[in-house]
């Protein structure tokens, strides 16, 4: 099945640009010149060459001897865990910052809820010498002290969002009235698949690195280069839209999303939006969200911070309309109990976000010869203190 945006920016019945009037001619200057500046020579070659030397690409393809026992299959882990900061999320940072430079643009805006796309951004500036100011929501800036502090240690300045909830979507708020006032020299990094068109394929694109790796790193190992399924989690939906970018059209290929159960669809206490989610706009696009009757956006529960969203970005929205991806959602005890038992079999302590993937593992009856590639997208240094708290080890 063909997965792509078109030329209004939709996948499907899902996607677009929703945004303020005001926000219009930065939108647009994007639209116009993502796809030109990601082809270039000189920008690949600079793109390919910090994805080596900075982040450690290419990250193993690893073979879970034992967990392959356990489940019996094949299952593989790409270990974006490896990345330098420790997740996915900085393929996109340096991508967008490579193309905010081509655009001429000396500073940088993100907004961040758990802080882990505000240390990518500030990573990535700190790196390429540009002034960086990253938007994050009171309450999360007293939740997430060592991530505010990492952000200024790199040098970026952290701006609180003290309206409405002191959350993400407030910091968003922030962040967006920024670019307004400043659209000239500055260009806004959007950390996952969500936001108007362009962003969300514009960072597919950069994630699909991950995809694109899987392939031929298959290919030498099992002398394939599909595998019998590709399981991610999702938040927005980024590490995942990476992992299935190049194997959207090979229809043999099962991918597998997996949002975050909470306490329980059923408690008012969970964030998976495919299950609870209706079509509305959030961020600026047109895509699947937790709402009210109303049309009020509900506030997500998730143990992992980032699964803690109320959508999905629209090319996920679109992959659950046309069944193209199975969605499943894993509880917070099932993703526990799952990053645990990584811990235990393979010496991996995984990101929470990650363990929700590896939760699935346990909803499948695989034949022997079944090849599983689970995206592991970030690790669990960051995740210590829930991991103590949780206690069950
Ligand atoms: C942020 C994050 C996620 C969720 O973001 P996506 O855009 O859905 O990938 C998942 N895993 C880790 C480790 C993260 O830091």
Redesign the pocket.
Known sequence: MKIKVDDRGYYGNYGGAYIPEMLYPNVEELRQNYLSVMEEDGFKKEFDHLLKTYVGRPTPLYFANRLSEKYGAKVYLKREDLCHTG???VNNTIGQILLAKRLGKQKIIAETGAG??GVATATVCALMGMECVVYMGEIDMARQKPNVERMRILGAGVRPATSGSKTLKDATNEAMRHWINDPVDTHYVIG??VGPHPYPDMVARFQSVISEEIKWQLKETEHVEDPDYVIA????????AGAFYHFFDRDRVKLLAVEAAGHGNETGESAATTVLGKAGVLHGSKTLLMQTDDGQVVEPYSISA??DYPGIGPIHAHLFESGRAAFYSATDEEAMQAGILLSKLEGIIP?I??AHALAVLDNITFSPDDIVVLNL??RGDKDLETYIKWGKY
């Open positions: 997740a996915h999320k882990q796309h996952s698949v989690c999702v938040g927005g939906g980024s590490n995942a980032g699964l990101a976000e990650s997208s970030g």
